[in-house]
């Protein structure tokens, strides 16, 4: 990913969205769950590593336009991600859940939305088919 702002002494970036990819904020927990069910599907991924505990997934440029699932966010133009550096994948401060892999940098819109609202579950007064 190349960095199209200033580095921070951890050598961390803020990269702008929407120019390359958009990107996806979910709650950890569930952003976890949705990689472990998008499996290889899934691209790269980034922990913020701080109190906000979400993940960033990263998604193909305009996704954010129609994007749309409770309790997730899309970021697009004019909105920034902090990107660490190749290969951290661990705290504190982001690292890499998923490191970036120059075959499967984003993942799948419809994939990811599918996983994320399997990872979700269902609500309240909705069952299940099958």
Not at 92 to 119: E, F, Q, S, Y
Request: with cysteine.
């Amino acid at each position: 990913m190349p960095s199209t702002q200033l580095p921070s002494a951890a050598g961390c970036v803020l990269q702008d969205v929407g120019l390359e990819w958009d990107a996806i904020r979910v709650p950890r927990q569930t952003g976890l769950a949705a990689v472990a069910v998008l499996g290889p599907q899934c691209g790269a991924v980034v922990e913020s590593g701080d109190s906000r505990s979400v993940v960033y997934f990263f998604v193909p440029r305009g996704t954010a336009n129609d994007w749309e699932l409770e309790n997730t966010k899309a970021l697009g133009r004019g909105s920034s991600v902090t990107i660490p550096p190749p290969r951290r994948t661990q705290g504190p401060g982001p690292h890499w859940r998923m490191c970036p892999d120059p075959h499967r940098l984003m993942t799948d819109a419809n994939a990811l939305h599918t996983a994320l609202t399997d990872a979700f579950g269902p609500r309240l007064g909705e069952e299940r088919a099958g």
